[in-house]
């Protein structure tokens, strides 16, 4: 029997969103629905509501996201009901040639549920990155559900799901940033202090963090950035490289998305040095640099999907760490909020007052 919950959606181009009561079926084959318990707001929720992704109007927003399993369709093996999982967008396929190759991070051909949630008229819903998760109860494909141990609270854990495994997986994983290395984080929101905490975590042993907001660097500090740089009083490169003995940091990371914070990172970063771009650029950006400056300096110039993650290696292993109290992800939680709550979530998000809001069902 489907049933009937309330969702937030984002029903056309600018509109504002509001919830709405959607029809969730029942689960087919290899597909879960999950009762959720928290679930944050990110940047790619305001894209979707803005057109920014597709037109593939109404949206079933929310993907950050942790709950309980409630029902599992055919063939489920992995996740049964009663199960506490974070949901993920990388439920690896293990046939696509990235997966062929081993390196199922890359997954071409995740999974998602095929059959489709709708509003009571019958209207499909795109659920936002196949989640859709501000919401009380979800369709996913089971692939996206991802064990973790039930003793942390839902909304520190539903954080992995997105924002903040996209940087510690751009530190730990696309950085491979290691014990004594020399870090550093343009742009301290959500993902740049998650940068930060990963660095932290790996054994960096020096983490500059740059932003142009002194309260994003304070914040920086306490997830760990040893030294902060303001970099609209001062010159980021030049910042970076006196506080990395004037040759420039092993790993920087861009968490911003735009062309001339990645030209700092660019030329912040040592001789065979790793720049990992996470921020998400927009379409009309572009990019120039001298093409003997990209050979001349060499290294890596990478960029991080997800953090590089795997949910089913990193989720764990991330949730364990923080219950010993070696991650805090307390730390990025701003306020919890309710459904009816998105919409002044977004305001609260564009003008940078959080670093997260997240949903509590
Ligand atoms: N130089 C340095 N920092 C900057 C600059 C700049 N020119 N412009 C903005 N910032 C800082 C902001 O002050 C803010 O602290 O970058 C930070 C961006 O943080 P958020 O807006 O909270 O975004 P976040 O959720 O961290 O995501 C960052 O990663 O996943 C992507 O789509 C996401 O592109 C976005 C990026
Ligand atoms: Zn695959
Ligand atoms: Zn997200």
Redesign the pocket.
Known sequence: MAQEVRGVIAPGKDEPVRVETIVVPDPGPGEAVVQIQACGV???DLHYKQGGISDDFPFLLGHEAAGVVESVGEGVTDVAPGDFVILNWRAVCGQCRACLRGRPWYCFNTHNAKQKMTLTDGTELSPALGIGAFAEKTLVAAGQCTKVDPSVSPQVAGLLGC?VM??IGAAINTGNVGRGDTVAV???????DAAIAGSNLAGAARIIA????DR?LEKARSMGATHTVN?RETDAVAAIRELTGGFGADVVIE????P??YQQAFYARDLAGTVVL???PTPEMKLELPLLDVFGRGGALKSSWYGDCLPSRDFPMLIDLHLQGRLDLEAFVTETIELTDVEKAFER?HH?DV?RSVVVL
Request: hydrophobic residues 35%.
């Open positions: 990110c940047h790619t924002g996209a940087g343009i742009g301290c929101g959500g993902v740049g740059v932003d142009i907001d994003k970099s968490a911003v998305g735009r001339e914070t996470v921020g998400v998000m940078g670093l």
